[in-house]
């Protein structure tokens, strides 16, 4: 069992930056892909990032790259997502998620433990 906790969130200007962080729980956070998503009103829950168990491979949604960065701390047991650049179609509530075996997967459902989400407001 892991439980996950968001932070970071909050109400930045278009073009700020905001640094999310998850908490999990659980010895075995090393064990288990690391993943982002985001819920804007209205909207399915999307794709943001992702990496591995060791933390040595990232991947992004093409509407984050190159603006996010996800990183993981294993002996804090938390994982990361700095956000720069952002825009206000940013604007959602962002979760953390934990898939426990295999790759990442861009596929929410695939996902087999989430934290309560965090808002991220971003004005124009």
């Known amino acids: 069992q892991v439980q996950l906790v968001e932070s970071g969130g909050g109400l930045v200007q278009a073009g700020g930056s905001l640094r999310l962080s998850c908490a999990a729980s659980?010895?075995?956070?090393?064990?288990?892909?690391m993943g982002w998503f985001r819920q804007a009103p209205g909207k399915e829950r999307e794709f943001v990032a992702a990496i591995s168990w060791s933390g040595g491979a990232t991947y992004y949604a093409d509407s984050v790259k190159g603006r996010f960065t996800i990183s993981r701390d294993n002996t804090k047991n938390t994982v990361y997502l700095q956000m720069n650049s952002l825009k206000p179609e940013d604007t959602a509530v962002y979760y953390c998620?934990?898939?426990?075996?295999?790759?990442?997967?861009?596929?929410?459902?695939?996902?087999?433990?989430w934290g309560q989400g965090t808002q991220v407001t971003v004005s124009s």
């Open positions: 998620a934990a898939k426990l075996g295999g790759s990442y997967n861009k596929n929410p459902r695939l996902y087999d433990y």
């Open positions: 659980g010895r075995t956070f090393s064990s288990y892909v």
